[in-house]
């Protein structure tokens, strides 16, 4: 049960975070994705500090980077299709990009089985997809699909409204940044899942994102400086909600890295659910509207939810 604990907790994160990034991304303001990453980068490095003594290898980070040279692509690609998806936060609702971002719930699943069973791992896979579980999955990936088709539809009625508000003057160009993440996303999870698994643990992977993200922060600092020709200032009060978004970031990651540790197949798609929290804080917080359609696609999410948690209390 404590996987299932973790990726709540996990859930719980990414959907503060998501919040935090809506308030932090001004669309007057065509820096706010470099100011985010950032934010996001400094994070990672006072973590790969503050992990140091936990590394499960004791491997210094230089020397555990150049063992897994290969696998750093993948962090890197991750932070950088992040910093592509904060960029249609300026043309989004929270509530549209949220389940286009985690529509590829059920493909890493998918995937890691394949490979788990191309390993000879049959044991392990069915294990883990009970009757009760299975059932809860499809419930979930089912209710995200529907999600995203009732988004899709959305958008489109709404089309004519955000044509007139500069805001949304891309319309559906600006899909291009949350799909973009959505495959970071699905390549991320599946490489993530199998290497913990395989050949490493779950502080000394997380001190490799750390590791990247930092990467990724810095360039963004460096093309933040550039463009705007001046200083950014971290910690000015306007900053607030990028700094919480970070932390909100990191808290959630370490989280999910332990959970996915634990059941691969189980958290892949349920992880994805996470979007049901932005949607409903983003109805409170950022006042979006929410159709009842939507309403009963996060019911039917929250149902899947709720019998894995049933499922896994009944088989510990």
């Not at 550039?226 to 950014?232: A, G, I, L």
């Amino acid at each position: 049960m404590v996987w299932f604990g973790l990726t709540l907790l996990a859930m719980l994160g990414w959907g503060v975070e998501d919040v935090f990034l809506k308030l932090g991304s001004d669309r007057d303001d065509g820096d706010a994705q470099y100011k985010i990453a950032a934010w996001l980068g400094l994070v990672s490095g006072v973590s790969l500090i503050v992990l140091r003594q936990l590394s499960e290898s004791g491997l210094p980070l230089w020397q555990l980077a150049l063992e897994h040279k290969f696998f750093l692509i993948v962090p890197l690609v991750y932070g950088a299709t992040m910093v592509l998806s904060n960029v249609g936060l300026r043309y989004l609702e929270m509530s549209i990009m949220a389940p286009v971002e985690n529509a590829s719930g059920a493909f890493p699943m998918i995937i890691m089985i394949v490979y788990f069973l191309s390993t000879g791992r049959r044991d392990s896979v069915l294990g883990e997809l009970s009757f009760l579980n299975c059932a809860a999955t499809l419930c979930i990936i089912g209710g995200m699909i529907a999600l995203a088709v009732v988004q899709k539809k959305l958008f489109r009625q709404g089309k004519e409204i955000r044509n007139e508000n500069t805001r949304y003057r891309f319309g559906a160009l600006a899909l291009i940044f949350p799909l973009i993440f959505c495959l970071g996303d699905t390549i991320d999870t599946v490489v993530g899942g199998i290497m913990l698994q395989d050949e490493i643990g779950e502080i000394d992977l997380f001190r490799l994102y750390c590791l990247m993200f930092f990467v990724v922060g810095a360039i963004s600092y460096i093309v933040l400086v550039v463009r705007s020709k001046e200083v950014y200032h971290f910690f000015a009060v306007s900053e607030v909600p990028k700094m919480a978004a970070g932390v909100c970031e990191s808290v959630a990651y370490v989280a999910y890295i332990y959970a996915l540790a634990a059941k691969p197949l189980l958290v892949a798609p349920l992880i994805s659910a996470y979007c049901i929290i932005s949607i409903l804080l983003s109805r409170i917080f950022l006042k979006e509207k929410l159709h009842l359609q939507q309403y009963l696609c996060i019911a039917v999410i929250v149902t899947g939810i709720v019998v894995l948690g049933i499922s896994e209390g009944l088989s510990a």
